[in-house]
Nanobody, 126 residues
């Protein structure tokens, strides 16, 4: 399993931006996704990117606001989050697997992913 380390979380006001990073060694051959889990809610898929970055998917609520990208030379995947809203408040996790991105990341099953980071908190409030 990969060792994944997230960073970049924090507290911002509505409308603000954050960029999350997910670092790991040897993940060039892995599909990487971001999930999030708000208090009292199930973990849900947010975005996914294939091994070479050629295909990305987004959950409906974040489409047009979040951008996923990867730099395999730096072994890092990024999640640029713009126009943040209170509903985006959650712990954000990156995860990896060898299979491709699911067709609908928002309803992806967390148990279908092999490796997880420890998570990074994102809080959006006035």
């Amino acid at each position: 399993q990969l060792q994944l380390v997230e960073s970049g979380g924090g507290s911002v006001q509505p409308g603000g931006s954050l960029r999350l990073s997910c670092a790991a060694s040897g993940f060039d051959f892995y599909t990487i996704a971001w999930f999030r889990q708000a208090p009292g809610k199930e973990r849900e898929g947010v975005s996914c990117i294939t091994q070479n970055g050629g295909h990305t998917t987004y959950a409906g609520p974040v489409k047009g606001r979040f951008t996923i990208s990867r730099d395999n030379a730096k072994s890092t995947v990024y999640l640029q989050m713009n126009s943040l809203a209170p509903d985006d408040t959650a712990v954000y996790y990156c995860t990896a697997r060898t299979q491709p991105c699911p067709a609908m990341i928002q309803i992806a099953t967390p148990t279908a992913w092999d490796s997880w980071g420890q998570g990074t908190q994102v809080t959006v409030s006035k």
